[in-house]
Structure formats: C-alpha cells, structure tokens
C-alpha cells in the first residue's frame, strides 16, 4: 500500500525557514502531480505548490517568492523549502500526490504536519 510520509515542521519565527519533505513508501508507476496543500484552522484547504508531470510548478501567490517545490524524483520525494515566513502561513500542511499504481489512478494525502510562525 503506498503512504505519503510527511517530515519537517515545527516552529519558527516570523521571517524564519522551514524546509518540508514528503517521500512515498510503496511503489508507483508512475506519477501525475506531487505537491502540498495547507489548511489553517476555521479555513477551507489551498493548493500551496504542486509539482506537475508537464509544465512548471503551480505556487499559490501568497508564497510566490518565498517558497520552492523541488523534486527527487530517485526518490519519489517532494521538498517545499519556505523561507521568509509569515504568521499568515501558519497552518496543517499536507502533502498531495495523484499516481498511476499500475492502472490505478488514485489521489494520496498525507498525514499533515504543524507549521506554527510566531510573531
């Protein structure tokens, strides 16, 4: 069965950094989209940075030009490293893959983890 294992949050200070990492346990055909969605409390959850098979990473525009997608693809890992972070920013942050296991297209989460930015 194939999890998304999700590591690298915690708490920071405003204008600090955080680096996320998100890796697959299991094995996959193939891959379609890889990235991470956040949902602060009372709030619907939002696409932060996917990592798209075709074309460029999609970044929300509250964190274009403070956050980085990357991919190791050896790995089956996504990083979404977060500098020059806000309070706004603090929220569960989850990671999202849509996968081929063989002919089985299906969308994963991961747990979620807790990045808190004090003020």
């Known amino acids: 069965q194939v999890q998304l294992v999700e590591s690298g949050g915690g708490l920071v200070q405003a204008g600090g950094s955080l680096r996320l990492a998100c890796g697959v346990s299991g094995s996959i055909s193939s891959f379609n989209a890889m990235g991470w969605y956040r949902q602060a409390p009372g709030e619907q959850r939002e696409s932060v940075a996917i990592f798209r098979r075709s074309g460029s990473p999609n970044y929300a525009d509250s964190v274009k030009g403070r956050f980085s997608i990357s991919r190791d693809s050896a790995k089956n890992t996504v990083y979404l490293q977060m500098n020059s972070l806000k309070p706004e920013d603090t929220a569960v942050y989850y990671c999202?893959?849509?996968?081929?296991?063989?002919?089985?297209?299906?969308?994963?989460w991961g747990q979620g983890t807790q990045v808190t930015v004090s003020s």
């Open positions: 999202y893959a849509d996968f081929y296991i063989g002919s089985q297209r299906g969308d994963y």
